[in-house]
């Protein structure tokens, strides 16, 4: 009898036909994760949703819960207490908020005391909490980091975060495949931090829009665990869900040993496995970019998107020579923010701060890569005057580490700022900011107007270019500082002690046993909707001529730190109404008549809610009033938390949202009808169509709750959990059952003062 051909399938396919617990119409599918990371930004609504409705934590064994965002990053030497550590008060409370979370639903949790505490994205892998073949999430958009280790990693909202802990399940759509090739050899001076902010500045910031990036070729074959996290991290950035590398034998020497990987006879099966995890020969990649290694030059951006790009040997690009209006619009405002003459050579531009951290770039090899740079500089090298360079790990570990080998005292006795682990001024959520104007050399991987500070200026680059740029005071081709045979994505460091990061994994942690808070039976599903129903909106309707509108943008750091979803009106695109000046009121849009009323959006530019999952932009919006948007595409993780907001987010092409912006400029309504999917114009103009998907069109007429519709499933989760424990024992948690990693934290506070 002829065998059953299967056919062949990308790694994305493998991943996501392992972990469909059920498929529903149109493609869309209930998706089992295997590991959920929590920090105290996105989760504080979530863990207070799963209280009203009486729910649990489905699995805590597949949980783990850290502090990064809001920390502070000084010393920590004298610390008593988050309540004195933290002076901020809105930060103080949402760090309280997860310990009180943790504690009261039984997670696993690395506190402020505990070295095991970092960067959300830094510690999973860190632990050996990721990996290969499982489906992470978290919320955070740069959940993409873990698909590094070949596995399906994407950031969520805060209403899925909830969704997640209380059935361990998601609701997806399968996304498309996208192959980026990028084969050759890597020219000297030039990082997988290079390589990831060219291909966002060949395919632009929405190029990966709908897709899963499997990262392959020769290069990435060739980069260590950290480059390739730092590839995969930027995925988001490429307006990609997810970005992934198949595992290899890089991937699983990186693994062996880590406290949380699979130890003994599980790690055998394990490595039988995720030896199968890769892209079969054949398999159909909707999308295929093929980069030539020797086209990438160390990279530096000038504008106030990741996509805009430019060699260091290059110029500031002359809006005067764009033909597209909108680009030449956006590219003017740009350079105005910036602070940036057209034209001006890049290693002309100089700088006041420099920040060598964040989930990219805060790995031990990249502390390893700025400090070669600056031994390289010369023994009496130092950071430039009248510049403040700071370097965070991105964990206690990666602190320790670095300090053992010395690390420290090559960044300190040059005049850098040494820092404790947390996102910093990557985001600045905690007091690490730029001052209105300042400009920063960043490492980081987002260069939106705002983000490290209001008014601030970052340039993205590599950890070696931000060493260079440090010490000279203005950005530099890193080349200057190499000799002709060295490479700065090796980690050949012949002055430097290196040591293996396994001498600090000696700790054992543990994490709560599986099943350990299901063996009550979850709450029935009669849990009330939570979602606002939508059937029909009419009502004035603002247009936006916009492209790649982020979230920092629709709802700017600082309104992230509630506890709430609702009295974020004020927020909505705050930069743009007021003056960062005066404080006063600009002639932004929505500050305008007729449209201070506005219940739709039309944006005419692509990528409308790129960027950070915050789902505090469609909070944001819904309480401004706003029910419906229309534009040509969303970022994914915006798009979905909008549906879960009772908002409607309809995709039309390009010319029609240009057709309806017009009627929006004339102060026309429209009418929004779900039901019938059209928009309805007045004045005689034929209704526009759209299509929703009918699962969510669904949900949104009916008001319906994700969760509550998810537990109905309870049994196909629980005999997905059966075959799960059966092929892939590991992901119980097979090395680790136990007592729970205790929570570091002072006794619970009652009533805080502020
Ligand atoms: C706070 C979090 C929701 C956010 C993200 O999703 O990316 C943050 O990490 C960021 O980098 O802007
Ligand atoms: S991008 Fe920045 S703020 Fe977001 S998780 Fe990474 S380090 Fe933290």
Known sequence: MPAVSVPPRTLYDKIWDDHVVEAKED??????????????????????????????????????????????????????????????????????????????????????????????????????????????????????????FGCLAFGVGTSEVEHVLATQTILQRKSKNMRITVDGELLEGVTSKDVILHIIGVIGTAGGNGCVIEYAGSVIRSLSMEARMSICNMSIEAGARAGMIAPD??????????????????????????KTLKSDEGAKFDLEVKINAADITPTVTWGTSPQDVVPITGRVPDPATMADPAKKASAQRSLAYMGLEPNTPMEEVKIDKVFIGSCTNSRIEDLRSAAKIILA???????????????????????????????????????????????????????DQLAPGERCASTSNRNFEGRQGAGGRTHLLSPAMAAAAAITGKLTDVRKFLGKQVTVNTVDLSALKTVSEFQFMDEAPSLPSPNSSISNPLPASASPSSVTKFATIKGI????????????????????????????????FLTLRKDPHTGKDTDFILNRAPYDKAKILVCTGKNFGCGSSREHA??????????????????????????????????????????????????????????????RRVGGAPPV????????????????????????????????????????????????LGNRIPVVQEKKVGKTDW
């Open 27 to 148: 493609g869309l599918a209930l998706i089992y994760v295997d590991r959920h990371l929590v920090f105290e930004v996105s989760s504080p609504q979530a863990f207070e949703g799963l209280r009203s409705a009486g729910r649990k934590v489905r699995r805590p064994d597949c949980t783990l819960a850290t502090v990064d965002h809001n920390v502070p990053t000084v010393s920590r030497k004298n610390f008593q207490s988050v309540e004195t550590f933290i002076t901020e008060p809105d930060s103080k409370a949402q760090v309280l908020a997860l310990e009180e979370n943790v504690r009261d639903f039984g997670l696993a949790y690395f506190g402020l005391k505990d070295r095991r505490q970092g960067i959300v994205h830094i510690i999973g892998p860190q632990q050996g909490f990721t990996l290969p073949g499982i489906v992470c999430v978290a919320g955070d958009s740069h959940t993409s980091t873990h698909g590094a």
């Open 249 to 274: 034998e890089t991937t699983f020497k990186y693994l062996q040993g880590r406290p949380l990987a699979p130890k003994g006879d599980a790690w055998d099966q394990a490595i039988t496995h995720w």
């Open 377 to 431: 500089a010369g023994p009496n090298a130092k950071v430039a005057p009248n510049v403040y360079a700071m370097i965070v790990p991105g964990s206690g570990i990666i602190k320790q580490h670095a300090e053992v080998e010395g690390l420290d005292i090559i960044f300190k006795r040059a005049g850098f700022d040494w820092r404790e682990a947390g996102c910093s001024m990557c985001l600045g959520m905690n007091p």
């Open 541 to 572: 309707a603002v247009p936006l001529h916009m492209e790649n509108v982020d979230t920092d943008m629709i709802v700017p750091k600082q309104f992230l730190k509630t506890l709430k979803r609702t009295g974020l009106a004020r927020a909505l």
């Open 618 to 679: 469609p909070w944001s919006l819904k309480d401004f009033g706003i029910r419906c948007l229309i534009a040509p595409s969303y970022g994914e993780i915006f798009f979905n938390n909008s549906f879960q907001n009772g908002l409607l987010p309809v995709i039309l092409p390009q010319e029609q949202c240009l057709e309806l912006a017009k009627d929006a400029e004339a102060g026309l309504e429209l009418e929004v009808d779900l039901e019938k999917e059209e928009i």
């Open 689 to 736: 169509s759209f299509h929703t998907d009918p699962f969510r069109r669904h949900c949104l007429l009916n008001g319906l709750d994700d969760i509550a519709l998810t537990m109905q499933t309870e049994d196909a989760i629980k005999e997905f959990e059966k075959k799960r424990t059966a092929v892939w024992p590991w992901l119980d948690g097979f090395g680790y």
